[in-house]
């Protein structure tokens, strides 16, 4: 059974209609002054009963008074008018409506008694409404979004991310160019009347762009609907998962904050532990992870092989891993003697595996990737900085001893392989330009351990829902 | 009573051999031309019965053929020519030596033997030595090193850092300047035949430029030993932790590259939270608390706000302090009313708190810090990408919504505030340049809430020592 689906209008409207939209700073102006420039201009439609012009354009008094079809309103007017214009919109028979207004059940009663009102006024309608206390969402595929932001920057990809509130959304979207995510879609969905968590993973799950959900909740508006909807999109690709308001403090936080109610988090991690989602548990851990699901295979077994030039750092990675339940298989004899082949003395050939200044780490993780024993690999290529500049301004290729990453990516493309490096910006840099391309970089040794945890258990979980 | 010393020799010698300096490529003919390059070509003797002259210097047979006084002896010749080097430096009454050789307890029985043959010559001599299979140490304030850095990046400061193996030792210098951390020190202990983990801690527990200490740790040498010694030195100053080899996996990963035993880790544990050491959990953790003790005044209490203009990551620090066993008190009426008296009737005007879009960033997070009950402040100033850079473009100072980072540190010297923030380069660099001067950064909502209880923690620890 296909998953259920929201209006179309929302992600690629032929019209958009901006009610609120005014020549005073802020997101009133804003938003238009954006929508024109990334290109509707011909089909954008103001609405304010006190301005006559904004932007070259018209202004409607209301939204019914616009001659044309309207697929998308976005609505930005005080709290205090959105009951009317909501009224607008649906005469109008928009189909889809961001509600972009704060003050609502995020402030205390009144602001709930509010969303009641607009619930009510929704209910039995085909229209859906995102919102309030959000700004909407973000296609970087189509190039449309209800909230300004550079389409220079962000880049089309296929990573689905679900954010709660506005700023949040914005700021995340900011930061995945430089933590090198590419979104298929960012929806921000507020304090959720209408549209909420569920909705967003069923929409991402059935958008063939998306390949992996990524999901800030702090608290799911239907607990029993949420299992559901993460349940079964699970099944179909991965959902990533920040579940904040883990406490008190954290809770009440969530309540002031999206109106949300965090519930019991020892129900949520039960559920979390027994479905297929994946839970991370730092913001940083969210963006490691969902960069490398968008980029590498799945894991199909837990053994792993760590390669490295530093063995403290080898030494961190295998403690995170081991602690996760990952196993180290010992290497194929095959390998040993491909690595001990060019081996110095001092050099141990095993796993985790410390080639330290011998030179051989691209031979060592090229060995170790097409090893029947390795499911997945975690490389730690480092060098002190002042011997890679020498290396580099005597004009020698680093890859004779780091390897090539194209060659390495070819050795086992159904593995995955995550590269981790600290060290001087130079070397950093380099790291980057050599292995980006084809590998995907992780922030830390933990991050690392946790993302191949997370792509064998998430393996695991399709492999046995397969089975039945 | 003092703390038992090392020689000054290691850390400020007035005249250093390197023996087993070679014109071949490697640290042989490395560090030779890294300690001329940096001013010690007049009081650098070179020692290689298999050479004459390089870099423009005699070389000598032995170092018992040096007509001069010898500070430091730098040994980097193969294993098996150790013993009868380092009998030639106790001839010569070398009181310093640093052995960077490898080759020995990590590599298996053999090596261990040879170990114990060292360990029988030094004993009864006032000779140290430092290593085997390390780089020996960095001193940026004198700019000596006996392994090759670049003196141009590295910031002489108040971390002193105890790592273990030479690559890792390197790569934290490295990676230190990009991670705002300013060195007083940073050595590698290697296998610690003599020289371990508790002579260093006494080092830089006695040593008036450093404030702070960072220990990377695979297992002590000594473990009754190493306890005194932290418990002594925490007395003084701050002691971080990352013990490594928890696991299994990494126990036995240890063991192979430094020879280290890394104990129970729940023994380690325990003494870690009965003493004042702080033990980090992450890589990354170590960086940020080292930063965060070398600038920020100890937390006098428990009690801690969130100023934040998202609140989605003000739930997430909120919930990391919370199950820290921080506390989030009520703000005094004086601080509701200062932040009250500007806000937009959506705020709400608690702890944590979360200004939103209401510009009231700079305004909030002095009041809080002023705020009697507040111990220390978790700073989160984001904005949307394209807003700041509308704003900054408009010739506009956006310390008008964020406030001076001057002002906000001299509303309480004596409390510590962190920032953190995320989002576009663009802002994601100005909040460095308007902040980090005055204010302390951290890398994530969870960082921030670590180091802060961990500010409290030492404090309690120190307190109540000091009450006995």
Same mark, same amino acid.
């Given at each position: 059974m296909p998953f259920p689906s929201l209006p179309e209008e929302f992600f690629r409207p032929r019209s958009v209609a901006i009610i $609120?939209?005014? *020549? *005073?700073?802020g997101f009133g102006s804003g938003i238009p002054a954006f929508l024109k420039r990334i290109g509707y201009g011909d089909r954008l439609y103001l609405v304010n009963p006190?301005?006559?012009? /904004?932007e070259g354009l018209p202004v409607y008094r209301r939204v019914i008074d616009v001659p044309h079809r309207i697929d998308l309103a976005i609505i930005i007017v005080p709290k205090e008018h959105v009951h009317a214009v909501i009224r607008d919109c649906l005469e109008k028979e928009i189909r889809a409506i961001i509600l972009e207004s704060a003050g609502f059940s995020e402030t205390g009663p009144e602001g709930a008694v509010l969303e009641e009102g607009i619930e009510r006024l929704l209910r039995g309608n085909g229209t859906r409404l995102i919102g309030p206390n959000c700004v909407g969402l973000i296609n970087p595929h189509d190039r449309f979004a209800s909230t300004e932001v550079d389409f220079d920057e962000i880049r089309p990809g296929n990573v689905g991310v679900i954010a709660q509130s506005g700023v949040f959304g914005n700021i995340v979207a900011d930061w995945a160019p430089s933590q090198d995510l590419a979104l298929s879609g960012l929806v921000t969905i507020g %304090?959720? /009347? #209408?549209?909420d968590e569920s909705d967003m993973l069923y929409h991402f799950g059935a958008d063939e762009r998306t390949d992996v959900i990524v999901l800030y909740l702090? $608290?799911?508006? %239907?607990g029993q609907r949420f299992m559901k909807a993460a349940r079964e999109v699970s099944l179909k690709k991965p959902v990533l998962v920040y579940k904040s308001g883990r406490t008190e403090v954290g809770k009440k936080a969530a309540a002031s904050h999206t109106?949300?109610?965090? $519930? #019991?988090d020892a129900l949520y991690d039960a559920f979390f532990r027994q479905s297929g989602v994946v839970r991370v548990s730092t913001f940083q851990e969210l963006f490691d992870l969902a960069r490398v699901f968008s980029r590498e295979p799945l894991m199909k077994g837990p053994n792993i092989s760590v390669v490295t030039s530093s063995g403290s750092l080898g030494v961190m990675a295998a403690d995170a891993a081991f602690q996760l339940g990952l196993h180290f298989p010992d290497l194929e004899p095959d390998t040993v003697a491909a690595v001990r082949g060019h081996a110095p003395a001092w050099m141990n050939v095993k796993n985790p595996l410390d080639v330290g200044p011998s030179g051989l780490f691209g031979v060592a993780l090229e060995a170790t990737l097409r #090893? *029947?024993?390795?499911?997945g690999v975690i490389a730690i290529p480092v060098i002190p900085g002042t011997i890679i500049e020498s290396i580099v301004d005597a004009g020698i290729d680093p890859s004779f001893m780091f390897g090539e990453a194209e060659k390495i990516r070819k050795a086992a493309p159904e593995k995955p392989v995550l590269i981790y490096t600290v060290g001087s910006n130079f070397w950093v840099q380099l790291v980057k330009d050599m292995f980006g391309p084809h590998l995907t970089m992780v922030s830390s040794p933990e991050a690392a351990a946790k993302a191949l945890w997370a792509l064998y258990r998430y393996n695991r979980f399709r492999n046995e829902a397969a089975r039945g």
């Open positions: $609120g939209a005014t *020549k *005073k700073s006190r301005e006559t012009e /904004i %304090n959720r /009347i #209408d549209v702090e $608290g799911a508006k %239907n109106g949300s109610m965090s $519930g #019991d #090893d *029947k024993q390795v499911d």
